[in-house]
């Protein structure tokens, strides 16, 4: 089974919809990632959390919210989708102390 | 201008040849330097850090430059199974928890 899990895979939406990104976890690590690719861009971190109780901005944030709900569980949620959400998200987790973020298998959203 | 810069390719070779990817960063306080490899329409994974001193991986060899700031990464004897796209990555801890991406190179080995 894989490490880094999320959900859905694939997702066609219509702008102003609400929609979440699940990812979850059993690596055990207490620091999870969001961020988004779009083509040429480069992966850009959206919110990251370093425990259950801790909630940051990453570099492009705005129209975006998320919860971590435990330990091996952080959601991202789209307010109100807009057409220029429309990107592969990925779930990224990493231990304390070392460097290497694992990733999940990305999530395709496609907001209309 | 982009924190993290790469040529994005595609570099176009033939099995069993030497290819140089290189890439720039404007952070003169990156800490961290590593390279990640991403296959078409999947999660990125790492391939290797880069350190000072440059290091070497089987057929893989990453090389930093500090005062130039920037790092390059080299394949020998390119394999078909090389062909992904290759994403340069710094952070400004030595934890390396928090990453910058590039925006990747692709590569494509031809038989």
């Known amino acids: 089974d894989a490490d880094v899990t999320q959900t859905p895979r694939n997702r066609i939406t219509k702008t102003g919809k609400r929609i979440m990104l699940e990812c979850s976890q059993t690596k055990g690590h207490d620091r999870m990632y969001w961020y988004r690719q779009d083509p040429g861009l480069g992966l850009r971190l959206i919110y990251y959390s370093f425990d259950v109780k801790d909630i940051n901005k990453g570099e492009i944030s705005d129209g975006y919210s998320v919860s971590r709900q435990a330990q091996a569980k952080f959601s991202l949620s789209l307010e109100s989708a807009i057409p220029n959400q429309t990107a592969l998200y990925f779930c990224?987790?990493?231990?304390?102390?070392?460097?290497?973020?694992?990733f999940g298998p990305g999530t395709r959203l496609l907001v209309l | 201008r982009k924190e993290v810069e790469q040529d994005p390719g595609p570099f176009n070779v033939p099995e069993g040849a030497t290819v140089a990817f290189n890439c720039t960063y404007s952070?003169?306080?990156?800490?961290?330097f590593f390279w990640y490899r991403q296959d078409c329409r999947k999660e990125p994974k790492l391939l290797m850090s880069v350190y000072s001193s440059g290091n070497e991986d089987g057929r893989f060899t990453a090389q930093l430059n500090r005062a130039s700031q920037y790092i390059s990464l080299l394949i020998r004897d390119s394999k078909l199974s090389d062909s992904a796209t290759y994403l340069c990555?710094?952070?400004?801890?030595?934890?390396?928890?928090?990453?910058?991406f590039g925006g990747g190179t692709r590569l494509m080995v031809k038989p």
């Open positions: 952070n003169s306080a990156s800490q961290s």
């Open positions: 990224a987790t990493s231990d304390v102390e070392k460097a290497t973020q694992y």
């Open positions: 990555v710094v952070s400004l801890n030595n934890a390396g928890n928090m990453l910058t």
